[in-house]
């Protein structure tokens, strides 16, 4: 997706350690244009999978996951990080290791909003090691759901979690995949 390379290229600073950060427009300030564009992407990408439900993770996946849901008609559900006084029963719960804030969480989903024959598409904004693709999909599996599909904003090529995802047998989609950081410069696959 050119647009979002661009935006990567203008606006996304490297740090240490392999992270690409993009609070600019994507995980503190939103850039809605942009967030529509590539909820339009994974829906062309995903149209014909029979997609029932869209999942995420709170909070940088909801904006593009949001735009695709309402692009094909179908509800979107995010696993939160916290459990709020009125989920505290009947979930689904996981744990999942993130590599840029370098801590696990526990993940949960409200088993009300997700049934046995759903088909689900999960959108991420990172794909670095795939430990949150799979603890989705883990959730997605616990609720006798079916992974449809796993669409990813940002994919670092260069990390593990392609071939992670692609081992247990998901079809993986991403929108700009980094083949490296190296030097401080964003170089695309």
Known sequence: MELLKEKIRQEGIVLEGGVLKVDTFLNHQVDAGLMMAMGQAFAEL????????????ESSGIAPAVMAAYLMSIPMVFARKRKSLTMQSDLYSEKIYSYTKQEESEVTVSKKFLEQGDRVLIIDDFLANGEAALGMARIAEHA?????????????????GRGKLIEHGYRVESLARIASLDGGVVTFV
């Open 144 to 160: 006798g759901a079916e992974v449809a599909g796993i669409g990813i904003v940002i994919e670092k090529s260069f990390q593990a």
């Open 46 to 57: 995903f149209g014909e999978a029979g997609v029932t439900k869209i999942m995420t993770v």
